[in-house]
Structures are given as structure tokens and as C-alpha cells.
């Protein structure tokens, strides 16, 4: 009876242990922040289109190790992860689990730099007469109507996703 009772209570701190692991974020290269629970390298590259990929393997060339950031201990990752998912609203002063004033306000100032960044290349898109990219030869390649308002709604879906709108 006592070795059942001993193995039950080995289990149960077995299984308490992995409950409570630690939670690591890291930032990709458009400034999203992401949540893992393991220390398992993570290799990061931007396309030419500007979409981001991640991989647990340095597949690409261009593909560069994340910087892992301890961020909370005892919290399980959907916890952590419906944290930093959730709508922030203007005013609001929440910081993420072991986040210390220092860093939540140079996290805040950095969500500040970013949406008003996002805003005003959204602002200069709406005021350009019309929108262009430039080839490698240095000419200007003058967007398609069609493409103009594809790049119109990707920039408005950056700001809402940058100013949590």
C-alpha cells in the first residue's frame, strides 16, 4: 500500500512540475512577440514581400537565431499567450507576468514608436499621388491600381495589428 501511495505522489509532482514550466518570448522581425515553452533554438527570416517564417532549423540563408527572453515561471503557455493576445485599450496600464515598470514602459514606448510609424507610412500612401516600388536598377515600377489597394489594406491591417485596433 505505501509504495502505491509514495508512486501516486511522485506522479503527482511530476505532473506539477511540467505545468509550471518557464515561458520564453521572443520578437520576430516585425516586431510581433511570440511565447514558447522550451529552449529549443528558433531561426527567424523576412521574404522579399516582407512576410515573416520561423523555423526550428536555420533552413533559409537568410535565417538568423531569436534572442529566447525568460519571461514567467508557474504559468502554463495558453495563459501567457491569451496575456499577450488580448485587446489593450488606450489607457490601459497592464504589464505582462514578470514584467518589471522599466521594461513595460520601454515595451509601451516601443508599441507607441511602431503604431505611429505604421500610421504614417500609411498617411504617406494615402497622399502619393500614386504608389511605386523602386527595381534593383533604381527605377521607379509604378503600382497597378489593383496592387495599389492590395498594398493600401495590407499597411491599414499592419497599423490595426501595430495600434491593437
Request: charged share 30%; proline share 3%.
Given at each position: 500500500?505505501?509504495?502505491?501511495?509514495?508512486?501516486?505522489?511522485?506522479?503527482?509532482?511530476?505532473?506539477s512540475?511540467t505545468?509550471?514550466?518557464?515561458?520564453?518570448?521572443?520578437?520576430?522581425?516585425?516586431?510581433?512577440?511570440?511565447?514558447?515553452?522550451?529552449?529549443?533554438?528558433?531561426?527567424?527570416?523576412v521574404?522579399?514581400?516582407?512576410?515573416?517564417?520561423?523555423?526550428?532549423?536555420?533552413?533559409?540563408?537568410?535565417a538568423v537565431?531569436?534572442?529566447?527572453?525568460?519571461?514567467a515561471t508557474g504559468?502554463?503557455?495558453?495563459?501567457?499567450?491569451?496575456?499577450?493576445?488580448?485587446?489593450?485599450?488606450?489607457?490601459?496600464?497592464?504589464?505582462?507576468a514578470?514584467?518589471?515598470?522599466?521594461?513595460?514602459?520601454?515595451r509601451?514606448?516601443?508599441?507607441?514608436?511602431?503604431?505611429k510609424?505604421?500610421?504614417?507610412?500609411?498617411?504617406?500612401?494615402?497622399?502619393?499621388?500614386?504608389?511605386?516600388?523602386?527595381?534593383?536598377?533604381?527605377?521607379?515600377?509604378?503600382?497597378?491600381d489593383?496592387?495599389?489597394?492590395?498594398t493600401?489594406?495590407?499597411?491599414q491591417?499592419?497599423?490595426?495589428?501595430?495600434?491593437?485596433?
Amino acid at each position: 500500500m505505501s509504495k502505491t501511495i509514495a508512486t501516486l505522489i511522485l506522479l503527482a509532482c511530476l505532473v506539477s512540475a511540467t505545468a509550471s514550466a518557464d515561458i520564453w518570448k521572443w520578437i520576430d522581425a516585425n516586431g510581433k512577440m511570440h511565447f514558447v515553452d522550451t529552449l529549443t533554438p528558433i531561426y527567424t527570416w523576412v521574404d522579399e514581400a516582407g512576410k515573416v517564417y520561423f523555423s526550428d532549423t536555420p533552413d533559409h540563408e537568410d535565417a538568423v537565431s531569436v534572442e529566447l527572453v525568460w519571461h514567467a515561471t508557474g504559468k502554463s503557455l495558453d495563459e501567457v499567450t491569451a496575456k499577450a493576445g488580448s485587446q489593450k485599450k488606450p489607457g490601459d496600464t497592464w504589464a505582462y507576468a514578470g514584467e518589471t515598470p522599466d521594461e513595460r514602459y520601454a515595451r509601451e514606448k516601443a508599441e507607441a514608436y511602431y503604431c505611429k510609424r505604421a500610421k504614417d507610412i500609411y498617411d504617406s500612401y494615402l497622399k502619393a499621388p500614386r504608389l511605386y516600388r523602386t527595381s534593383e536598377s533604381g527605377e521607379r515600377e509604378y503600382l497597378t491600381d489593383e496592387d495599389s489597394a492590395r498594398t493600401l489594406a495590407e499597411t491599414q491591417a499592419r497599423v490595426d495589428e501595430l495600434c491593437n485596433l
